[in-house]
Nanobody
Framework: QVQLVESGGGLVQAGGSLRLSCAAS????????MGWYRQAPGAKRELVAI???????NYADSVKGRFTISRDNAKNTVSLQMNSLKPEDTAVYYC?????????WGQGTQVTVSS
């Protein structure tokens, strides 16, 4: 089992910044891709950004140039720096880890961007 705990969500005005962090614990060996997903009310959960253990990243088109994902393999953490936030970024953000073909999820952290 992998436990993921997110932190850093909150309320911010449009144009502002937030940084989300996620700490992994438990059976953390062999964790491959880690990432962030989000789910707005009434919408499906969608990919925001992912990063491999080697540092290769991929972003949703909607956040490219504004969000940056990073990972510290020694500390078993993954972070998401979110700049130039927009009201449409409002959602619950979930940390994800893929280990041996199994997905693990954090409990989610709310990000609210006011206009």
């Amino acid at each position: 089992q992998v436990q993921l705990v997110e932190s850093g969500g909150g309320l911010v005005q449009a144009g502002g910044s937030l940084r989300l962090s996620c700490a992994a614990s438990g059976s953390i060996s062999s964790i491959g891709v880690m990432g962030w997903y989000r789910q707005a009310p009434g919408a499906k959960r969608e990919l925001v950004a992912i990063i491999t253990s080697g540092g290769i990243t991929n972003y949703a088109d909607s956040v490219k140039g504004r969000f940056t994902i990073s990972r510290d393999n020694a500390k078993n953490t993954v972070s998401l720096q979110m700049n130039s936030l927009k009201p449409e970024d409002t959602a619950v953000y979930y940390c994800n880890a893929l280990r041996l073909l199994r997905d693990f999820w954090g409990q989610g952290t709310q990000v609210t961007v006011s206009s």
